[in-house]
């Protein structure tokens, strides 16, 4: 069964000061591993999609990194409005329509 | 280009009623899949659809079902509701073959 495990919980960062949001899966024929963004009542807004070991994708402040055991998403000196949940996914081979995701990190950022 | 939308916004039923969700997918986007969220939690996938067929299902019972119309918008049915339905519920499109899904806003459903 895919497992996807998302650490930490909860992160409380000051304006500025940069970390790292973790990503650990487990899946049979990884076919992607998607980063969503999430703020409180909404959807989930896409962010990357990385597909292969060593690959890294950028956006503002955000980067997103892949190995064969996990994926980091390095925020670089946050703002306040990076507050939000955000939630890895696994795509597998055969199920296209199915992503399986983490419990999520909510990340905090104090001005 | 509107992106996924979603009907309705918020929703409250009572035990063991039915309930009939809404979602119209992005312009050009065929597949459609249906997330339940429960507070604190990652999205839990229930189905996919695609050319009006199920082509893939979660471990969600039997009075979960849905359909796509030709126009590729979906309807999510839940029957017999139950108070550990109360979630939201997220409706996410892709182009078919592609496994990036944009989602809508989600129906927030209340189980009383």
């Known amino acids: 069964e895919d497992q996807v495990t998302q650490s930490p919980e909860a992160l409380r960062l000051q304006e500025g000061e940069s970390s790292s949001l973790n990503c650990s899966y487990t899946?049979?024929?990884?076919?992607?591993l998607f980063w969503y963004r999430q703020d409180p009542g909404k959807g989930p807004e896409f962010l990357f999609t990385?597909?292969?070991a060593g690959e890294e994708k950028e956006k503002e402040r955000l980067k997103a990194t892949l190995t064969k055991k996990e994926s980091f998403l390095h925020i670089t000196a946050p703002k306040p409005e990076d507050s939000a949940t955000y939630l890895c996914?696994?795509?597998?081979?055969?199920?296209?329509?199915?992503?399986?995701f983490g419990q999520g990190t909510i990340l905090t950022v104090h001005p | 280009d509107a992106g996924v939308t979603q009907s309705p916004t918020h929703l409250i039923k009572t035990r063991g009623q039915h309930v009939t969700l809404r979602c119209s997918p992005i312009?050009?986007?065929?597949?459609v899949s249906w997330y339940q969220q429960v507070l604190g939690q990652g999205p839990q996938f229930i189905f996919q659809?695609?050319?009006?067929?199920?082509?893939g299902r979660g471990n969600f019972p039997d009075r979960f079902s849905a359909r796509q119309f030709p126009n590729y918008s979906s309807e999510l049915n839940v029957n017999a509701l139950l108070l550990g339905d109360s979630a939201l519920y997220l409706c996410?499109?892709?182009?078919?073959?592609?496994?990036?899904?944009?989602f809508g806003p989600g129906t927030r459903l209340t189980v009383t």
């Open positions: 996914a696994v795509g597998r081979g055969t199920s296209y329509g199915k992503l399986t």
């Open positions: 899946v049979s024929g990884l076919r992607g």
């Open positions: 990385l597909y292969s």
């Open positions: 659809y695609y050319e009006k067929e199920e082509r």
């Open positions: 996410a499109s892709s182009v078919v073959g592609s496994r990036e899904q944009y």
């Open positions: 312009s050009g986007h065929k597949s």
